[in-house]
């Protein structure tokens, strides 16, 4: 459950700011976190894994910069996946040597600046990938600014997910083959290039820990073959995927999640963390207003001002997000809560139980911290919404809502 997101006098509350204070002053949707619940879900693994560790915070799952900054002035690093998110990173205060650069289409540019920036891990996906870095490291006189790594696909039956969220399978676009990927340490050490670690990510929403477990067990059977090239690892990058039960709102194990990893640790390998989900998704809500009411012979319908565009995974992963209101009410009807985007796919809840709001009242979707700001759009002319952050008993303004001018902002017109 979220840590001190609570009804005080039937008005919901993050510790001693009311949710209906910020709403009102910013408008809707409008998206909220708390820097204390994403800082100490940070310091809470990092003070489970009791080991070697780099803990890598994902920016694809949460962008905002002001949040960003409390993970990067606390010590942590960055899992990135693409220029731009190196570009935010840096802006954001992460060192360089905290940065791990993953993502399975880095164009050769990326690659260039992941170099000049002088990040710690390349995590490289393809053949191709590995063939660019050998020439720059080539024209760069046998040099390279960041550590090499290889992500390698170490199947393992996942729980019945979303197809979209197992990536490590050997039909996945993502990472290397066993085989793939120890040709080419071989080919690394050989051309003196001498790899820095080993990358694997299983998928997302991963829930049970044996998986984890499973996977740890692969890995450290492939370590053991790399170790009889003659090649020294310096660090595992154990990727993300930890997920949460967003119905229930059940809290992952840190510590479980930690431990299964140990077994790596013990060999003398530091692990690398990119976590996501976990920390960012319970770090967020997302405020909306009912901004019409309908009534058909089969539904109650809240017509509210958020959707597809602002909370995209919901109808992209057919996920679920609780529904609660900012006022606690009496008497309860069963609604569908849709948004205002043109697609018969643009809903957040289907058949939730809600007190029988009226028109201009609100409603917050809880576990809104991630992959939802970070994947919003402007299909249907919608601007971005306004994202505030809490920090204590104060809050302000981490991101302005975008206006109608900065739509066409690129636009060339007469």
């Excluded at 510790?15 to 009102?24: D, F, P, Q, T, W």
């Excluded at 540019?109 to 590995?130: P, R, V």
């Excluded at 201009?360 to 249907?380: K, P, Q």
Aim: charged share 30%; with cysteine.
């Amino acid at each position: 459950m979220i840590v001190n997101l609570e009804y005080k006098n039937g008005e919901l509350n993050w510790g001693e700011v009311n949710l209906r204070k910020i709403a009102e002053e910013f408008g809707t949707p409008l998206f909220i976190y708390s820097a204390d619940e994403f800082l100490g879900r940070l310091k809470l693994l990092a003070k489970c894994a009791d080991y070697e560790k780099l803990i890598c915070f994902s920016l694809k799952s949460n962008s905002v910069v002001p949040l960003l900054k409390e993970a990067s002035q606390n010590g942590f690093g960055a899992d990135v996946v693409s220029g731009g998110e190196l570009f935010i990173a840096e802006k954001a205060g992460f060192s360089p040597q905290k940065i791990v650069f993953s993502g399975i289409g880095k164009t050769n540019e990326e690659i260039l600046q992941a170099d000049q920036k002088g990040i710690l891990l390349l995590n490289i996906e393809s053949e191709s990938e590995y063939r660019f870095v050998k020439k720059l490291f080539s024209e760069n006189g046998g040099k390279l600014n960041f550590g090499v790594s290889f992500r390698v696909k170490f199947e393992v039956e996942l729980e019945k997910l979303h197809p979209y969220l197992g990536v490590g399978k050997k039909d996945s676009k993502f990472g290397l083959s066993e085989e793939e990927a120890l040709l080419l340490y071989e080919d690394a050490l050989k051309s003196k290039i001498y790899p820095k670690g080993l990358h694997f990510h299983l998928g997302s929403q991963i829930k049970d820990i044996e998986i984890f477990r499973k996977a740890v067990e692969l890995a450290t059977r492939f370590l053991s073959k790399i170790k009889e090239k003659g090649i020294k690892l310096e660090w595992v990058d154990v990727g993300g995927g930890l997920g949460l039960d967003y119905e229930n709102l059940t809290e992952p194990s840190f510590k479980d999640y930690a431990d299964s990893f140990k077994p790596i640790a013990d060999e003398g390998y530091k692990i690398i963390f990119e976590i996501g989900r976990a920390v960012s998704a319970p770090s967020g809500v997302l405020i909306t207003k009912v901004i019409r009411k309908k009534k058909t012979p089969t539904k109650n319908f809240l017509i509210v001002d958020a959707g597809m565009t602002e909370i995209l995974r919901i109808p992209l992963y057919k996920a679920y997000h609780k529904i609660i209101p900012l006022t606690q009410g009496d008497s309860e009807k069963t609604f569908d809560v849709v948004g205002p985007i043109c697609e018969n796919s643009d809903y957040i809840g289907q058949n939730v139980l809600l007190p029988d709001l009226e028109e201009g009242e609100f409603l917050c979707v809880l576990y809104a911290g991630a992959y939802t700001s970070s994947m919003s759009s402007n299909y249907n002319g919608r601007t971005f919404p306004a994202e505030v952050v809490i920090k204590g008993n104060k809050f302000f303004l981490a991101r302005r809502r975008q206006t109608l001018d900065e739509l066409i902002s690129r636009d060339q017109i007469d």
